[in-house]
Each structure stands twice: as C-alpha cells, then as structure tokens.
C-alpha cells in the first residue's frame, strides 16, 4: 500500500509535458555523462530527462570516493555531472579540480532545504548542489544476532569471527575505528591515527571481507551477519531480507551530504546544469527517494516522502536531533594525513 500511495503520489507531480515526452522521445540532440555511486538513482529519471530534453544520458557508476577522485584526477573517465560525498567535494575544490555553477541554469536550487546549502564544503555555495544525505550505521542479522549491537566494538567482536565485514575505503574503515577509540573522525593526531590503524589490523582475525556494494549480496543471502554500512542502502536490503536490522553505536557516527557538481574539463557544462536542476526538481527528487531511500535535500520531496511511510523508517531516514548531535561530518584533511590514510590502507589491505 506505501509503495502505491507513493506511485501515485509521484504521479500526480508529474507535468503534462513529462508525460507527454513518454509517448514520443524528443529526438536525441546532444548528450551528458553521469558518474555517480552504484544504487543511488532511480533508472527511470534517466528516461525522463532524454524523454524530456533529447539529451542522452552515458551514465556510470563507482565504488567509493576515492576511485571517483583517482578517476578524475588521472583523466581516465569523461565526466559532466559527478556526485561524491561531501568532504571529496572540498578537495576537489582545493585542488581547483570543478567549474563554478551557473545558477542562471540552475534554478531549482531554491528546492533545497537551507539545512544543506552553504555547508561547509561549499560556504560560499559556488560549486555544488546538494543530493541526498543520510547516516552510517551498523546492519546487523537479527537471526544471528539477538541482541542490539549499542557500540562499534561488535565489528571487533570474537563471538561473530568470519561473519563480519567492514567498508572497503579508508576514510569510512578509519572514521569507525576513531569512533570506536573515542576520537574524531577528523583527526589530524597521527598518534590516534596510528592506534586506528592497529585496532583495524586487530579485526582482520574476525573479518569476513571489506567490501562495498558486495554487501548487498552477503547480507541479504545472510552469508554474513553484521557490518557498517549506509542507512539508505540498509532500507533497500531491508526489502529483500526483514531480518536484517540497523543501529547507530553510542559512540557516534558519520553524516554525509552528497552532492552535484561538474568536474573541469567536462565537455556538456549546459547539459549538466540543465541535468543538475532537472535531478534537483520536486517529482525527480521524490522518484529517486522512493527507488533509493535516502532522505532528498529537496525539502517538498523529503516532506511528502516523510508523510508516507512507517515511524520506524521515518526514524533512520530522517534521525533526530538527539542522533544528529552525536554525529561528524567528514572534513577535507591535510595532504599529509590523506597521505598517511594511503599508505596505512596499503599496509592494512596487503
């Protein structure tokens, strides 16, 4: 029934136009090449845009923030439209690496809460147009394992040896390990940093696998039974296996806002613009929410999703303000430490 009132809540958002467009595709005039994370998008907005402006999509996926930024930094991929998270966005900005926004062509950034505009990444808001946002948190088997996991200190735990996996990227893998040592995530303190670094190899004798997207296979076939892993993807394995559950250790975790943005030497700066606003309107914003279940920075599609579903989603997609105060966002850090990060992750991964 949720899954109906939201069909045709989105329905009902839609414009003429838009429908119009699904009966006769415009004729395909240009084109814009879409980077974004695996499972972060509804497939049918992509048909919607070439319906709507006859400009195919080249769409693409990656596994983490740091093979997008290796990507661009190497000038391996073509990009226009590029979502990371928030503190790859400021060093992207640090090392001159996106062209400003024209907000001419952008004027659905009025759509988006003031919660997430002029975030600390992008004070001056000149490059980015806030996506979606969400929490990390730990997912869990409630078949395997009975009791709420209250602390990180469960990825450590003996008891669930072989059953456990942990991120395959060092920002998130070393942000729980501080966490779970009771520092920041953010810490520039090479001596914390180290002690991450040792309870991370500690976890390799309990460790199953870092993974990624390989997550949603092995916890939703219950071949593993607890990770951390991001709050929206949680809500999706959720829907093929209901035994799985989430929490947010006491200690605290990670909030993350991702967002669009155009990398230099994009070759379609209009298209992406005119694919940023489009992917920023209310109807597209709530599509992707319904397919993906991550919370919109569009504040009419967060607010019309929040009135469709359960209390218990409503309670991880949108947390309160008791659990919001006891999380970090991730800040772009010094050369020096992202250095020591590659070289520890190296050691650690070898």
């Known amino acids: 029934m949720k899954k109906i009132l939201l069909v045709a809540l989105i329905l009902s958002l839609l414009t003429l136009p838009l429908l119009v467009g699904c009966e006769e595709q415009a004729e395909i005039v240009g084109e814009v090449h879409v980077h974004n994370w695996g499972e972060f998008i509804n497939p049918d907005v992509l048909r ?103 602390s990180w200190n469960a990825l450590w735990n003996p008891e669930f040896a072989g059953q456990i996996l942990m991120f395959d990227n060092p920002r998130d893998a070393f942000g729980i390990a501080l966490k779970y040592l009771g520092f920041s995530q953010n810490t520039s303190n090479e001596d914390e940093i180290m002690q991450a670094f040792d309870v991370l190899v500690a976890q390799r004798d309990v460790l199953q696998a870092y993974v990624m997207d390989q997550i949603f296979d092995l916890m939703e076939s219950g071949e593993a039974w607890i990770g951390p892993y991001y709050m929206g993807d949680f809500l999706w394995m959720y829907e093929t296996n209901p035994d799985l559950a989430f929490a947010i250790p006491h200690e605290g975790t990670n909030a993350f806002v991702d967002a669009m943005v155009i990398p230099r030497g994009a070759p379609n700066r209009e298209n992406a613009e005119l694919f940023i606003n489009f992917m920023a309107r209310t109807d597209i914003a709530l599509m992707n929410m319904s397919a993906i279940m991550y919370s919109s920075a569009n504040f009419e599609a967060a607010a019309l999703y929040a009135a469709e579903i359960e209390p218990w989603k409503y309670a991880i997609m949108f947390p309160s303000a008791e659990v919001m105060d006891n999380t970090e966002v991730f800040m772009h850090l010094p050369q020096h430490i992202l250095d020591l990060y590659d070289r520890l992750w190296t050691e650690l991964k070898s």
């Open 48 to 150: 919607i845009f070439e319906e709507e402006y006859g400009i195919r999509v080249i769409y693409n996926t990656y596994a983490t923030n740091q093979v997008l930024y290796a990507q661009l930094h190497m000038g391996t991929i073509v990009a226009d439209v590029v979502i990371p998270s928030d503190y790859m966005i400021a060093r992207l900005i640090a090392e001159d690496m996106l062209y400003e926004l024209n907000f001419d062509n952008i004027p659905n950034i009025e759509l988006i809460d003031p919660r997430f505009r002029n975030l600390h990444f992008d004070p001056d808001e000149r490059f980015a147009v806030p996506y979606m946002t969400g929490t990390v948190g730990i997912i869990y088997n409630t078949r395997f394992i009975t009791e709420t996991p209250t």
